[in-house]
């Protein structure tokens, strides 16, 4: 009698992930015919409007496993989140949906989070395997993110199966289990088997290729003001032009992607905003919670812009093109939270580092120390980076901020400008006692007059060339006084509400 496995994933990048760990399992052990495998997903944000989207994609990737059940867990996560069950309630809903209290093995990404909690508490004694997160991402026992809901603490894991290269995300993890590596052709493989299963996304592809036959580039999107890190959806637009618009120019073409977990038309008003500044780009608007990289056997790459994401690892590998990512510190300075600087400055630098290995083929793994130290290497960097040829896997300090728009220093602080603006009109709006404010005093009511007269003739006024040291300080004295007036105004308006 077979033994039963339980395959658990987040999301659908996860999925294709544990899929390679699998295949790479059942061809150097032989042992894929000796299970009964039952798929298991959850951990998704709770009341997302996607989550069934994301479940169904997941389903639809499943299909070139031989799984004998698939279940989703998120009902069970927000009946625990909105108050209606406990923990151990969690557990025997668990038992009831999987029809079973006993599974031989688990894989999961790790051991802490609800999802991973309430699975590896109700079958203690299967052997219990971690395959990490991203491309070896492993961060078992982050007691410092987020306590244990199991009274007793975080599972202990059997072993360990990770994705090359490997990064180790909490001090000595590496030490604590045996570790084996998966080679990164094996997640490649199998990334390209599942696109060529999945019904229509070839021939979508294919009518997006045929609108020009020049190579795309490709800007991934973020959905960073649905996270803690963002502002507004406002911030997250231009936040998202800033990261693009430096890297195209007004010649390419510019294919847009949204992440899957976005449910704000983000990546839709990045398009419309490239649009509005005469850029040329369209919009993947189907297949849209599936990960990009299933998208890359059918599509021809110049560039990708990927910001933070870890996509820019595969692509590099995979497509062996330009890859700009991470963030740069003066564009998170002005549209994120600062306390988040640190973390996602860091976090951009590592991504930076590894789509270099993968450019290069030449994987090595990242210890807790020395991702503890990009933090600081991030910060010298003001703007997004780029990964070409022309960077070597022997230098990893080396590499390259250059612009490719000869329009970009301007563009930037035309955004800056817009962003401030739209901040000044939404205090407006939102408060009925700052238009008084404003409209008691006559000297404020010339200032905003002017500055609107200001900003207008910058943002119109393309022929000035970027060169011209008058528009410069111009655009520079006008967002140094909207960002100060604007600060004053809110000053001035606590002052009126004591």
Same mark, same amino acid.
């Given at each position: 009698m077979p033994k039963k496995r339980l395959i658990t994933a987040l999301a659908p990048s996860q999925l294709i992930n544990v899929l390679a760990v699998l295949r790479y399992r059942s061809e150097q052990e032989q042992e894929e015919n000796e299970y009964e495998d039952i798929l298991l997903i959850g951990g998704l944000p709770p009341n997302n409007p996607r989550n069934e989207e994301i479940v169904n994609t997941c389903f639809d990737i499943s299909t070139i496993w031989n799984f004998k059940d698939k279940f989703q867990m998120v009902d069970i996560e927000a009946d625990f989140y909105s108050g209606k069950s406990t923990f151990q309630d969690c557990i025997q809903k668990l038992y009831s949906l999987l029809g079973t209290t006993h599974i031989d093995v688990i894989y999961g990404i790790r051991n802490w989070q609800l999802f991973h909690e309430v699975f590896f508490s109700a079958y203690p004694n299967s052997e219990k395997i971690a395959y990490g997160d991203g491309f070896g991402f492993l961060d078992l026992n982050s007691y410092e993110v987020l306590k244990p809901y199991n009274p007793e603490g975080y599972a202990i894991m059997d072993s360990v199966?990770?994705?090359?290269?490997?990064?180790?995300?909490?001090?000595?993890?590496?030490?604590?289990?045996?570790?084996?590596?998966?080679?990164?052709?094996? $997640?490649?493989?199998?990334?390209?088997?599942?696109a060529y299963s999945l019904p229509g996304l070839q021939k979508y592809c294919e009518s997006l290729s045929s609108i020009s036959s020049e190579s795309f580039s490709l800007a991934l999107t973020s959905y960073i003001s649905e996270t803690p890190y963002g502002k507004s959806l406002k911030a997250e637009i231009n936040f998202n032009l800033s990261c693009i618009i430096p890297y195209v120019t007004q010649n390419d073409l510019v294919l847009v992607k949204g992440h899957p977990r976005e449910t704000q038309k983000q990546s839709k008003l990045v398009v419309e905003e490239l649009l509005k500044y005469g850029y040329n780009a369209i919009h993947i608007s189907q297949f849209e919670t599936y990960p990009i990289e299933l998208f890359l056997p059918f599509l021809s790459i110049e560039r990708a812009i990927t910001f933070a994401s870890s996509s820019c690892i595969s692509i590099a590998a995979y497509k062996q093109c330009e890859v700009i990512t991470s963030f740069g510190s003066k564009i998170l300075s002005l549209y994120t939270k600062k306390k988040n600087h640190a973390l996602l400055l860091g976090t951009g630098y590592l991504l930076s580092i590894l789509a270099k290995q993968a450019f290069n083929r030449n994987f090595q793994a990242i210890s807790y120390e020395t991702r503890q130290s990009f933090a600081e290497q991030g910060r010298l960097y003001d703007y997004p980076i780029r990964i070409n040829s022309g960077l070597t896997s022997n230098d990893l300090s080396q590499f390259d901020q250059s612009f490719r728009n000869p329009n970009a220093e301007k563009m930037l602080l035309v955004l800056e400008l817009d962003y401030v603006k739209s901040e000044l009109r939404e205090s407006l709006?939102?408060?009925?006692?700052?238009?008084?404010?404003?409209?008691?005093?006559?000297?404020?009511?010339?200032?905003?007059?002017?500055?609107?007269?200001? $900003?207008?003739?910058?943002?119109?006024?393309?022929?000035?060339?970027?060169?011209?040291a008058f528009l410069r300080n111009k655009v520079a004295i006008t967002f140094s006084w909207l960002a100060h007036r604007w600060k004053h105004l809110k000053t001035l308006l606590k002052g009126s509400l004591k």
């Open positions: 199966y990770i994705l090359q290269p490997g990064v180790e995300c909490v001090q000595g993890i590496f030490k604590m289990f045996p570790i084996h590596i998966v080679p990164f052709t094996y $997640l490649e493989d199998i990334t390209f088997e599942i709006r939102q408060n009925d006692t700052l238009p008084r404010i404003i409209a008691e005093n006559s000297f404020l009511q010339g200032k905003v007059k002017v500055l609107q007269d200001e $900003l207008s003739s910058v943002t119109s006024s393309e022929s000035i060339p970027i060169q011209s």
